[in-house]
């Protein structure tokens, strides 16, 4: 009784820390030492990359192995300008001096108001930049947005151009920098422009690594990530059957997300059990976490043990490419599930300590261009609540919903595959759905799946510095 009542009083302060804070450290030690040998690994030769492609996925992602990319560089000095050569034709200042116009050596123009490249101004009083950061260093309320540019300056090469305000500063800025920062210009997607999929696109194109090779090559380790990017799925192959490998393997990217259940979930298979996954049963359609308002952007799946059994197999299904074809069948339950929310919920104990989380969203999440973002969709954790704005229209969200998911469990939309023992599952947790089918064992031998999870922030600030050539 005495230890029931001190594990209570225990969660509570633990909690009422961890809300006053706003973080939590629920790390174990033996989780959480660092993987210095991981982030920093010694050359080795170049990595086979296996590889499953068809001609129509041309340009080849796994052809750029080795080939060098620059970032969109968010300072000035530690990061390379993303175009290459370009350089000032010419510049001018507007008569009232709010504006600098610049003509580039390709023929392209570009208008900057003064007040934005007075506040990027990368000179040494108003920009702390060394090797490992760069940091802006005068607020914008001591900023006198009254000062006007008064000349500029190119330099003879082109590379550079001097803005001179009516205050007499000097605001050096880089031809190929400025290039990049068009105001009002659309951005470029980084070259990751994702690759829809059916069943029969992805059986002909299925990104697969070695296991060693991503965790040692910086160049596989590269190639893996923009693989996950445009396809949103891509396995790893022989990896040890041990536990605790995906830690590695986060590391190697920087680190892995900490859900209710810990770094890692491990998964075993229970006839008896009243949680799905861990049993023989099926597990529908999903997305993981939809309850979150932060969902994990990748899911990590690692078959550690498999007994011999029938069915069993993995199912993976392009939410992205099934959004595009709900679009072009039926605009107006694409419309819907665009706008009305739907809520997600959970509730549950994990280490003593009990949690309840509910979040709405849309089922299809857009971006500013109008293009999915997000799919929304936990078959087993959708709840009875529907943010809709009158009764009708839940009944029309409901007939939205059946016919989306009737796309996703179409047998030409839906790839089966089995993960076996020593394979890892790489899927994007927003765009992707999975599921498995049911199985029966044949021996005395559980299933065993370990899984983690990695945010997509972290992913593309690796890409960024893999980029670079570090």
Known sequence: MWKNIMLCS???????????????????????????SIIHPKPRPRPKIIQVLSSRHKPNIFRRVGRQFSASPTDWQRLKPVTDAVNIASSSVSEDGEFVHVTWDNGENALYPYAWIRDNCPCTKCFN????ISERLVPLN??????????????????????IGTDGHSSPLDASWLFDRQLCRKKPLDGYQPVLWNAHDIEKAFPMF????????????????????????????????????????????????EAMWGLISSIKSKPNSYVLAYTPKKILLHSDMMYMSLTPGVVLLHCLSLPACTGGENWLVDGFYAAKVLKEKDPQA?????????????????????????M???????????????????????????????????????RALKIFSD?????????????????????????????RDDFVVSEDKARHIESGYLDWDEIDSRLRVLQRGK
């Open 10 to 36: 225990k969660n509570l302060l633990r909690f009422s820390f961890i809300r006053s804070l706003g973080i939590s450290c629920l790390a174990n030690n033996h989780i959480s030492r660092e993987y210095s």
């Open 129 to 132: 930049i060394n090797e490992d």
């Open 142 to 163: 001591e900023q006198n947005l009254n000062d006007k540019a008064s000349a500029t300056t190119v330099d003879e090469s082109g590379q550079s151009v001097h803005v």
């Open 210 to 257: 070695e296991y060693a090779d991503v965790l040692q090559d910086n160049d596989a380790l590269k190639a893996w990530l923009e693989a996950l990017k445009m396809y949103g799925i891509a396995m790893l192959q022989n990896a040890p059957t041990k536990e605790l490998e995906l830690i590695k393997l986060g590391k190697r990217v920087s680190f892995l997300r």
């Open 334 to 358: 694409y419309d819907i599930l665009t706008k009305v929310k739907m809520e997600h919920g959970i509730t549950g104990i994990e280490h003593g300590s009990y949690f309840e989380h509910r």
């Open 360 to 398: 709405s969203k849309p089922t299809i999440s857009l971006n500013e261009e109008g293009d999915p973002v997000c799919i929304s969709y936990h078959e087993h954790l959708r709840t009875s609540n529907v943010s809709a704005s009158s009764v009708e229209e839940v009944a029309e969200f409901y």
């Open 407 to 435: 796309i996703l469990y179409d047998p030409e939309n839906m790839y089966k595959r089995r993960l076996l023992e020593g394979e890892i599952f790489t899927v994007s947790n927003i765009r992707l759905l999975h599921g």
